[in-house]
Nanobody, 121 residues
């Protein structure tokens, strides 16, 4: 049973910073990639940032230069450092892990319960 537990969300003013952490049960080497998604009210869930087992990263255009994803294999954690936050970053942020890459995504995907990030103007 894979468990992903997020922490670090909260309320911050525009221009502020937050660091989200995702703790996985067991080794994160099991996962071909891990990432952070977000879903704002009335919008579809979208990819924010992802990192592969080999350390290759991918970011949504809207967060490039402001957010940084990192992984600590020893601690089995994946973090998202968010700087220069904007009101449009307000959303529930979800940790994701994927196994067995397919043309459309991953054969197996796991999700955390989500953590709320609110950026006030």
């Amino acid at each position: 049973q894979v468990q992903l537990v997020e922490s670090g969300g909260g309320l911050v003013q525009t221009g502020g910073s937050l660091r989200l952490a995702c703790a996985a049960s067991g080794s994160i080497f099991r996962f071909d990639a891990m990432g952070w998604y977000r879903q704002a009210p009335g919008k579809q869930r979208e990819l924010v940032a992802a990192i592969t087992r080999g350390g290759r990263t991918n970011y949504a255009d809207s967060v490039k230069g402001r957010f940084t994803i990192s992984r600590d294999n020893a601690k089995s954690t994946v973090d998202l450092q968010m700087n220069s936050l904007k009101p449009e970053d307000t959303a529930v942020y979800y940790c994701n892990a994927g196994v067995l890459r397919t043309p459309t995504g991953y054969e197996y995907e796991y999700w955390g319960q989500g953590t709320q990030v609110t950026v006030s103007s």
